[in-house]
């Protein structure tokens, strides 16, 4: 029985039309034994042009040991989709084993297309389309219903460019197209004449480029941006055919972007209008406020991106005077528990009632009082709130408490050495354990609640 001398695996791109091949793939074909792992659009389209393709199903170790058995030249394996590496694998650790090294078949990879850039947008409309029709949510959408999101989407990846990580950059710019892919969905689906698609959406995209940028596509020649943003301009004119040169300028942006906006859109047209009086009496600061992104934009300043950047700051001041305050509050807890004469958390939390309190000198159960009694403070016999106890049920509220507090509730039934609380302490502590319960105390990041999309 013969052996092939060659095997060779063809890759080729699920994202190009089937049989879309170079020539040198094609050629390949036409002179080899051709085999792959599933019926694809691919073998489908090779059977078409005149080549058997036969399909070997099973694991990677069968279909290796079955292509070393073919009696052909040269035998072709169709790659799918993921590539196969599994039979590459399987192909490489045989022919390392093989016990004449001078026959053995020579394994070679060939690449008949290639995903050029952009394909993987193939994938979106793939995806997207899958979504639409098999999620009850994303079913259910509508361009009115999309529109917070995709204005969420914009500020998110405002946040990631100010943030500096690229990884966080790309994941925001995804969630961006995935918007525009949604709402090109939802619109081909529309039985108006003016229904669109995502191949209408791309389509007028580069033709406004290509119409915009003259200086590029056609004969014009510019001296620098400045004539291109003049050009461009001119261009929209002529385009929109807008009575007013702040036509067209979206009036639910930001106010400080709004105002830079109207007031560059004047200017460029040359038009000179000064800001009316307004009669409210918030009319003289945003009056104020207008001229202030006037002298910012003569500056050379963004007012809104200086303002966002304030904000920020501020954020972070915020962040770090609470941080500041925590800190304060956790040393004094501890001067307040060293005062107090506590011995070390461990003991205080392991040991018993009665071994707290011989640890600090006195009798058994002189300081403990049962549930809703009350204890002897030995200050002329005088009733007093008792301690607060962690009980069994009530542990777990005591365990949180001590997490993300640093407050330990039945520390407090330790004794001071020499002689017992006095009342007052032990109110103070009944107390501090009643706030505890009821504040409402911050959760660690791994449980805080999340957004159904992210």
Known sequence: ????????????????????????????????TVYAGAETPQAAAIRA?????????????????????VDADTVVWLAGPDGDAPLGQALAERLVAHPEPDQRPVLEAEYGSFDPPGARLLDVVAVMDRLRTSCPWDREQTHASLAPYLLEEAYETIDAIDSGERAHLREELGDVLFQVAFHSRVAAESTAADRFDVDDVAGELVEKLVRRHPHVFADVTVSGADEVVANWDEIKRAEKSRDSSVDGVPLAQPALQLAAKLQSRAERAGVEAALPPAADPDGELGRQLFELVRRSRADGLDAEAALRRAALRYAAAVRDAEAAGRDAEAAGRDAEAA?????????????GPGE????????????????GGTTDSGSGGRDTPPDPVCRPGHGITCDLLGRYTGYQPHRNRTARAGGERSG??????????????????ARPAHLAPRRRHD
């Not at 092939?4 to 094609?26: C, D, E, F, K, N």
């Not at 640890?359 to 002189?366: F, M």
């Open 356 to 371: 707290r309190a011989a640890a600090a000198g006195e009798p058994a159960g002189t300081t403990d009082a049962g549930p």
């Open 339 to 351: 005062g107090r004469g506590e011995s070390a958390p461990a003991a205080a939390e392991t040991a």
């Open 424 to 441: 007052n302490q032990m109110g103070a502590a009944a107390m501090r354990h009643r706030r505890a319960l009821r504040t409402s105390v």
């Open 1 to 32: 029985m013969g052996r092939p001398a060659r095997i060779v695996l063809l890759h080729t791109s699920p994202r190009l039309p089937a049989g879309l091949l170079t020539a040198r793939a094609w050629r390949l074909l036409s002179d080899a």
């Open 49 to 69: 042009a005149g080549t058997d393709v036969t399909v070997l199903a099973g694991p990677a170790s069968a279909q290796a040991d079955a292509l070393l058995a």
